[in-house]
């Protein structure tokens, strides 16, 4: 059974960049044809997906995070990671990291990670 859990600083000051790393066990993140996604949720708010990298190292990004999101993944760590460029306080959010057998629904997710936004 596949299990992810994201890392990364709880708190970031606006205008830096936001990293997280979310390690998967139980299976790799190079199995064809699973998608490696981040997906974040505002307080108060609905669920948001950010991107993704699939097995295969292809990105996908939503259109409106696409300018500031950069997605990575590291083989020999069985880890992929979120870089977020100048956050605001709009970007405070609990993020997920999640698996998907292609873009559709999550089968698997991470516990999700309290980021908050704040000088």
């Known amino acids: 059974q596949v299990q992810l859990q994201e890392s990364g600083p709880g708190l970031v000051k606006p205008s830096q960049t936001l990293s997280l790393t979310c390690t998967v066990s139980?299976?790799?993140?190079?199995?064809?044809?699973?998608?490696w996604s981040w997906i974040r949720q505002p307080p108060g708010k609905g669920l948001e997906w950010m991107g993704a990298?699939?097995?295969?190292?292809?990105?996908y990004y939503s259109p409106s995070l696409k300018s500031r999101t950069s997605i990575s993944r590291d083989i020999s760590k069985n880890q992929f990671s979120l870089q977020l460029s100048s956050v605001t306080p709009e970007d405070t959010a609990v993020y997920y990291c999640?698996?998907?057998?292609?873009?559709?629904?999550?089968?698997?997710w991470g516990q999700g990670t309290l980021v908050t936004v704040s000088s």
């Open positions: 139980g299976g790799s993140i190079t199995t064809s044809y699973y998608y």
């Open positions: 999640g698996r998907s057998p292609g873009l559709g629904w999550l089968d698997a």
């Open positions: 990298i699939t097995y295969d190292g292809t990105n």
